[in-house]
């Protein structure tokens, strides 16, 4: 079942919202993809889907009370997923309170009615950056965000491909190593659990890194210790490039992409990912039509969920 972008006026901004397993984020954005207005309020760790969802409630209040509000006029949603864009549900990963909620709903009654559209979060990424960002003079994309979890969404044939259920281009669960670890969805060696961030500072942790004074134990850190040197952080991150330049080249085999745009907050890290990135790719894109696939940083940064998100509440995205 496809779901059918909302018919919407031809003017006024909309609200997005763009929710992960650590930060719950929203915006007003207008029409040219600009943000006006932010709210942000940490994902509560707790095993109470109704917890979670108040804090969606203080979110949208923060940006109700704005004197934007009168003039949006529909609701976009980029979130982590599994999604149901058609359903209109959510079970991401990476919020175990949340099975099956009914999302979408929810939203349009915390807003009053408003239409609300509903896309996986690297869909929403896709789309940010097919729009405003890196990939949009291409034509054929894969877009990824590389953060707490490993997301991405497709753009071919110039538009972007959420798919009938919004998950298309879900590549943080490709599977990289068949006799890998498990992972939370069920399957073994995804990319996700080689490359999300606290698997790079884990993985740097347990072969002898140590964070400095005041630091904690995440990839922020790690990627500090790989500019300086450290042998533990730098193989870390180069482990989680091979992976990525693996997933990125099996998708190149499938669809044709003609260049990876990589986001969010691990890919801050700079070069201490993409150049061990770049250097793996040609072993896995062998192929004639997958060895000019470029790889680009996104430059939506931390918008891009919120952005992409909003794509979505315009009707700018293909069922």
Not at 179 to 190: S, T, V
């Amino acid at each position: 079942m496809t779901s059918t972008p909302t018919a919407l006026p031809p003017a006024g901004p909309v609200a997005a919202l763009d929710i992960g397993g650590t930060k719950i984020a929203g915006a007003v954005v207008d029409t040219d993809g600009r943000v006006l207005l932010r709210a942000r309020r940490p994902t509560p760790a707790t095993p109470d889907g109704e917890t979670v969802m108040a804090a969606v409630a203080a979110v949208l209040g923060e940006l109700r009370a704005s004197p934007l509000w009168p003039s949006v006029r529909a609701v976009g949603i980029g979130s982590a997923g599994p999604v149901d864009r058609a359903a209109g549900t959510v079970s991401p990963v990476n919020i175990p309170a949340w099975r099956g909620c009914p999302l979408r709903d929810r939203v349009r009654e915390l807003t009053g009615g408003l239409p609300v559209e509903l896309i996986g979060d690297g869909a929403a990424v896709a789309a940010a950056e097919h729009w405003v960002g890196a990939a949009r003079d291409a034509s054929d994309a894969l877009c990824m965000v590389v953060s707490t979890g490993v997301g991405g969404g497709l753009v071919l044939d110039g538009r972007v491909r959420p798919g009938p259920t919004g998950n298309a281009g879900h590549i943080g669960h490709i599977s990289v190593d068949l006799d890998g670890d498990p992972c939370p969805c069920g399957a073994r060696g995804c990319v996700e659990g080689l490359a999300r961030g606290p698997v790079i500072a884990r993985r740097a942790f347990e072969n002898g890194w140590r964070p400095g004074p005041g630091e904690d134990v995440s990839a922020v850190a790690v990627a500090a210790a790989a500019r300086a040197g450290h042998p533990a952080a730098v193989a870390s991150f180069a482990r989680a490039g091979r992976a990525l330049a693996a997933a990125i080249a099996a998708v190149g085999a499938l669809v044709e992409i003609e260049v990876a745009v990589v986001g969010g907050g691990v890919a801050e890290a700079g070069e201490v990912l993409f150049a061990p990135l770049r250097a793996a790719l040609p072993e896995y894109a062998t192929l004639s039509f997958t060895r000019n696939l470029r790889v680009l940083p996104a430059s939506t940064g931390a918008d891009a969920g919120l952005i992409g998100a909003a794509a979505a509440g315009l009707g700018r995205l293909q069922g």
